[in-house]
């Protein structure tokens, strides 16, 4: 009897690895949906747009980006981990969707670590330290003595609430002491819009998002929260070289497909990304928005993902920082 069990235990884990391989042979035969969990205009939308035409040459199929916003993210990100795990469903976002969600939701409608497939990490980017050019202040420790003399009167913007810029902001401000009160919007790209126009006065986001506004003199850097100082903004500090070593604030892009998705699904498509974005058009670009390439296996990803939730999930229990969605 456990012999029969086993024979057919094993003939139906060969019929399934078989239909595996012939979905990934076969892949892709439609459309694919590239999922982006946050508003138009953010980081992780601007780099699936770079992604979209060249993925569609190679793979022979048209890359249809569908932007999915709402609860940081956690809506878009649900849509993509209940997909059909065939190749034909992906997601590209940042790390508060992966890594910060789960660290501070008191209930997630997914697991990231068991209902995503990472697929590669594009890339890493330092996050910026930023005040509205109005603001005078020209270094983290003036804008750190105005802020005391104005308790209460200075606000910062970030993607949504307990996103990882607040997480950031909130610890850093209360090593400070200096008291700013938060505004949380619906994404990046409306978070630094409002601190272009003086809505709010303090923002941390994306060296992605911030370079053309900190060219057109409307935002300035005031520190970076990378472990080197950004080769794009050279003359800005580190908040480690101004005093605070734990505050570090990097983000990252990354793209991923519901679990189960078959393997050679997945080698394919970061093989296929990887070559993309080391291409020299295509980083001259991305080098330009600042972002530094990884481009690594799979795996990368997937402890980066696993490192992460830790680590922010002490950063909220420490600043009683939850939300319920």
């Given amino acids: 009897m456990k012999q029969t069990l086993a024979r057919a235990g094993l003939a139906a884990a060969l019929v399934f690895a078989a239909a595996c ?12 949906r590239l999922i982006v969990p946050l508003p138009p205009g953010g980081a992780a939308d601007i780099v699936g747009r770079l992604l979209q035409v060249p993925l569609e040459k190679v793979l022979g199929q048209p890359i249809i980006i569908e932007n999915k916003p709402g609860a940081s993210g956690t809506i878009g990100t649900e849509l993509v981990a209940k997909s059909t795990p065939d190749g034909h469903t992906l997601g590209i976002s940042m790390a508060t969707q992966t890594t910060v969600n789960p660290a501070v939701t008191t209930s997630m409608p997914y697991d990231t670590e068991k209902d995503l497939q990472p697929i590669v990490l594009v890339g890493k980017s330092p996050m910026l330290f930023l005040a509205n050019a109005a603001v005078p202040a020209k270094t983290v420790g003036e804008f750190i003595a105005l802020a005391k003399a104005n308790p209460e009167k200075f606000n910062y913007a970030t993607p949504g609430a307990a996103s990882q810029a607040h997480l950031v902001i ?19 790209g409306p978070a630094i819009l409002s601190t272009v126009a ?8 994306s060296s992605l998002l911030a370079a053309p506004h900190i060219a057109s003199g409307k935002l300035r850097a005031l520190a970076t929260g990378g ?31 519901p679990a189960g998705t078959p393997r050679e699904i997945v080698n394919r498509l970061n093989s296929e990304i990887v070559r993309i974005i080391r291409q020299p058009d295509l980083k001259a670009k991305l080098d330009q928005q600042g972002l530094i390439l990884a481009g690594g296996p799979p795996e990368e990803l997937g402890q980066l993902i696993s490192a992460e939730i830790k680590r922010w999930t002490g950063v909220a229990r420490a600043n009683k920082i939850a939300v319920e969605r």
Avoid: C
Avoid at 21 to 32: F, G, R
């Fill in 227 to 257: 472990l080197t100082r950004d080769p794009q903004f050279p003359d800005v500090p580190t908040m480690a070289e101004l005093g605070y070593p734990d505050v570090e604030a990097v983000t990252w892009v990354g793209v991923y497909a």
């Fill in 170 to 188: 909130a610890y850093w401000s209360s090593l400070a002491g200096i008291q700013i009160q938060h505004v949380p919007y619906k994404g990046g």
């Fill in 198 to 205: 003086g809505e709010t006065q303090l923002t941390v986001i």
């Fill in 21 to 32: 391989s012939a979905a990934a042979q076969s892949y892709p035969n439609k459309p694919i």
